[in-house]
């Protein structure tokens, strides 16, 4: 069975640093790619950030430069981190993967992310 577990959420003030971990219950090498999602109540699911399986990386405007995704392959965790955190980022964050072959998505549980100013 495949599960993404998110972990790595909090509370934090405006200008300072988390970061998200998503762990997989099977190779990450499964899926491609693995993003980053945010969502806010009343509002539409967002794209964060993405990587592929040969580690190119996208990010949604308003992160750019500040949020950065990454990959760890032998621990099968996908990582955001995240700096300068401004209060607008403030959401529940949801890992996503997709496997390749096949094209089923699976999403974690997500994990809430609180900035104040």
């Known amino acids: 069975q495949v599960q993404l577990v998110e972990s790595g959420g909090g509370s934090v003030q405006a200008g300072g640093s988390l970061r998200l971990s998503c762990a997989a219950s099977?190779?990450?090498?499964?899926?491609?790619?693995m993003r980053w999602y945010r969502q806010v109540p009343g509002k539409e699911r967002e794209l964060v950030a993405g990587?592929?399986?040969?580690?190119?990386?996208n990010y949604e405007d308003s992160v750019k430069g500040r949020f950065t995704i990454s990959r760890d392959d032998v621990k099968n965790t996908v990582y955001l981190q995240m700096n300068n955190l401004r209060p607008e980022d403030t959401a529940v964050y949801y890992c996503?993967?997709?496997?390749?072959?096949?094209?089923?998505?699976?999403w974690g549980q997500g994990t809430q992310v609180t900035v104040s100013s």
């Open positions: 996503y993967g997709k496997y390749f072959i096949g094209g089923s998505g699976y």
């Open positions: 099977v190779s990450i090498s499964r899926f491609n790619p």
């Open positions: 990587i592929t399986l040969g580690g190119e990386t």
